[in-house]
């Protein structure tokens, strides 16, 4: 069994930033391949950001050049650091993780999934 637990979320004006921490635990967190996502009030869980057991790194357009994702293999955490928030970055964040032979892009092909953290941005 995997266990997934985000933290790090709350409350900041436009421009602020956060840091969203990801324990997993109860797998191979070295070979797993880790994504953030999110999903605000009546829309579709969307993919932030992933990284893929080999290092590679993908975000979504919405955010690229303002939100940055990292690791501590051995802490078994992953990180997503979010600056110049705005309000549609509003949401509850999940993080991830899955072990297959390709990098998992879509939500479906994720299988442990921690409860959320949620981040609120006001303008």
């Known amino acids: 069994e995997v266990q997934v637990v985000e933290s790090g979320g709350g409350s900041v004006e436009a421009g602020g930033s956060l840091r969203l921490s990801c324990t997993a635990s109860?797998?191979?967190?070295?070979?797993?391949?880790h994504g953030w996502y999110r999903q605000a009030p009546g829309n579709e869980c969307e993919m932030v950001s992933i990284?893929?057991?080999?290092?590679?790194?993908f975000f979504a357009e919405s955010v690229k050049g303002r939100f940055t994702i990292s690791e501590d293999n051995d802490k078994n955490m992953v990180y997503l650091q979010l600056s110049d928030l705005k309000p549609e970055d509003s949401g509850l964040y999940y993080c991830?993780?899955?072990?297959?032979?390709?990098?998992?892009?879509?939500?479906?092909?994720?299988?442990?999934w921690g409860q959320g953290t949620q981040v609120t941005v006001s303008s």
């Open positions: 991830a993780t899955e072990i297959r032979s390709w990098i998992p892009l879509s939500r479906y092909e994720y299988q442990s």
């Open positions: 109860g797998g191979t967190f070295d070979d797993a391949h």
């Open positions: 990284m893929s057991s080999g290092g590679q790194t």
